[in-house]
């Protein structure tokens, strides 16, 4: 029993990271349609800055992140209006050429400046206890847990309850009657795309521990971040969350019941549900 | 031209669009400077038969890609499951002993292409990102399996015990690579001729009509999913063809042909010349393995940064890659020349 408890909490808690993640490039693509490979490109950079505000300034833990999250997200506007926004009208191949010359670059940067050792992550003090909830989880696994459950909360009651979360609803559904009605979409998918990246930066930040940070880690995570957004349904808050949930739990499991078939588990599921439902979980058709 | 008459029904099709469609498929001198090209590399390079043989595998490679991706607009980013499914394929073949290169060759296209048969037919009513995610999720299903399936595949460290017995009985695999680079040479051939054979019928022609726009395809009763699943059979075939002749050349199989850094760089060369043209596939292997060879032996970081400044530069601003540019410039030239002369 405390096994299933161990991995349904130790799941819960990659599965968190992915969300947050990963909600971004679904909300994105979402809104804009433009294949962005290069998603996690933020998540990395978010993880580098937030370990230099640590290491470098000697910000507190918290701060680093959230200041990291929100340096991330202001960088990545003049990246969209300089580089994506000329390339929305592009065809998929050109949008994912391009987004993987982009995690090239970003690959490059790193390891000329971070150097290609995964940095080292050192939970902070105040977390470094244990919590035994039926199994004994580190305290740092279950604030990741509480935090993609807030960051849930966040995003819902922004996209369900406010004035923005409409107008974005309404653009992810049908973008020229948005326009047609006079919501500002170039406005409000440049902000999208920066909650998106600050998003990202902060779960990169966040799950250091579980996803080291290192040079190649835009393409480590392509992959499952990608499963999360396409089994989850693009332009969806919830679907990426089942998704996430889904997916963080099974290859838990996955890896402790069965170890020889691996990954491959999660490969053939995620086959299989796009196969029933091509548009994802909780996409719209 | 056709816009300053007026046609009734009735009329024959002018002259000239008789000629023109007729003469599409000749072979022009221009066509036999790639293959003139490699056989002088042969002569003049003896040394760098081994670059030469990447060069023409990759070509190969590049050509099956252009099929689905450049002809019929299928993206994917895992075409190289077909690839490393043909590789595989000729390995085991050639461990167990039967290492005969043009039977691993002909079993490995035919074990490619009924893959490609049968998960393009699964496949294949996705579009967009869902249709990229199947070709990238099949591709990593394949790593995956061929990672853990050790005992067949010799896992991670790659398939080594290969035996290739001589080509046809009568060439030896030499040091130098003379017999593995004409095998290579030739094959490539076959895998053009068929190519070209495709592109230039009307099959070829309503591919590109699909890409454009299928809906369309479909309203005038083209049978558009049958047709993407045969060409994509196809080139999955063609695709293990050149898995198989790397392996069989090498006589080793690398775990990595089945990475998506691979199938990637595929794509990569196949933009920086052009996707949808013919020769595209033979100007961008040459120049990308040759860069790499220079740069990344100078400092892998340097390159990969570069490659992902060119590649973020030919989609922003050079369109059609470098044949495309090259298109430009004749029209421009050739405008140029009309004003001059009225």
């Known amino acids: ?201 902060l779960g990169g930040a966040l799950g250091a521990e579980i996803m080291p940070i290192r040079p190649n880690y835009a393409f480590d995570q392509l992959n499952y971040v990608l499963i999360v957004v396409a089994v989850g349904g693009m332009g969806t808050l919830t679907g990426p969350f089942l998704a996430a949930l889904l997916l963080g739990i099974a290859d838990t499991a996955c890896k402790y019941f069965l170890p020889e078939v691996g990954a491959f588990f999660i490969f053939g599921a995620m086959v299989a549900i796009l196969l029933w439902r091509p548009q994802g979980l909780l996409g719209r058709a | 031209m056709l816009a300053d008459r007026t046609y009734s029904r009735g009329d024959a099709p002018p002259p000239q669009a008789i000629a023109d469609i007729v003469n599409r498929s000749r072979l022009r001198v221009a066509d036999f400077v790639p293959w003139v090209v490699a056989l002088a590399s042969f002569f003049l390079f003896p040394r760098s038969l081994s670059l030469g043989t990447e060069v023409l595998v990759a070509v190969l490679f590049v050509l099956s890609i252009d099929l689905v991706v450049g002809y019929a607009g299928i993206v994917t980013l895992g075409h190289g499951a077909f690839f490393g499914l043909g590789a595989y394929c000729a390995g085991v073949l050639a461990v167990n002993g039967f290492g005969d290169p043009i039977l691993g060759l002909m079993l490995a296209a035919v074990l490619a292409g009924v893959a490609g048969l049968v998960s393009g037919a699964i496949i294949l009513r996705a579009q967009g990102l869902t249709l990229m995610m199947f070709t990238l999720g099949t591709l990593l299903m394949l790593e995956e399996a061929a990672n853990r399936a050790g005992r067949l595949t010799g896992g991670s460290d790659g398939l080594s015990d290969m035996v290739v017995k001589p080509l046809l009985g009568i060439w030896d695999w030499d040091f130098f690579g003379r017999t593995g680079y004409c095998y290579c040479l030739v094959v490539l051939l076959f895998g053009f001729i068929v190519v070209r054979t495709i592109v230039m019928s009307p099959f070829g022609r309503s591919l590109r009509g699909i890409r454009e726009n299928a809906a369309r395809m479909e309203a005038i009763g083209a049978p558009v999913r049958r047709r993407l699943i045969v060409v994509y059979a196809i080139s999955a075939a063609l695709a293990g063809t050149a898995g198989a002749v790397n392996a069989e050349v090498h006589q080793f199989v690398a775990l990595n042909v089945l990475s998506f850094e691979f199938s990637a760089s595929g794509l990569i060369m196949l933009i920086l010349a052009g996707p949808g043209r013919l020769y595209g596939a033979f100007i961008g292997p040459p120049i990308y393995i040759i860069a790499s060879h220079q740069l990344a032996v100078l400092d892998p970081t340097y390159w990969v940064f570069w490659l992902g400044v060119v590649l973020i530069a030919v989609v922003m601003f050079g369109r059609g890659g470098i044949l495309g540019i090259a298109d430009n410039l004749i029209a421009w030239s050739r405008a140029g020349r009309k004003k001059r002369a009225p």
């Open chain 1, 1 to 201: 029993m405390s096994i299933a408890i161990g991995i349904l909490l130790n799941g819960l808690a990659s599965a968190m990271i992915l969300y947050i993640i990963a909600v971004g490039l679904s909300v994105t693509m979402g809104i804009m349609r433009f294949i962005n490979l290069a998603h996690c490109v933020f998540a990395m950079a978010g993880g580098y800055l937030a370990a230099y505000l640590i290491q470098g300034a000697g910000i507190p833990f918290a701060f680093a992140i959230v200041l990291a999250a929100i340096l991330v997200a202001l960088l990545s506007i003049p990246i969209e209006r300089l580089l994506y926004a000329p390339l929305y009208a592009a065809s998929e191949l050109e949008q994912a050429l391009f987004s993987i010359g982009v995690m090239f670059v970003a690959v490059a940067i790193a390891r000329y400046f971070f150097g290609p050792a995964p940095l080292s992550f050192t939970v902070p003090e105040a977390l470094r206890g244990q919590i035994d909830l039926g199994s004994v989880m580190p305290a740092y696994r279950i604030l990741l847990i509480v935090v993609g459950f807030v960051v849930f909360a966040a995003l819902w009651t922004l996209v369900e309850t406010t004035s923005i979360g409409r107008k974005l609803r309404a653009t992810v559904e049908n973008r020229r009657v948005a326009e047609v009605v006079g919501i500002r979409c170039d406005r409000l998918m440049l902000l999208t795309f920066a909650l998106g990246t600050g998003l990202a930066a």
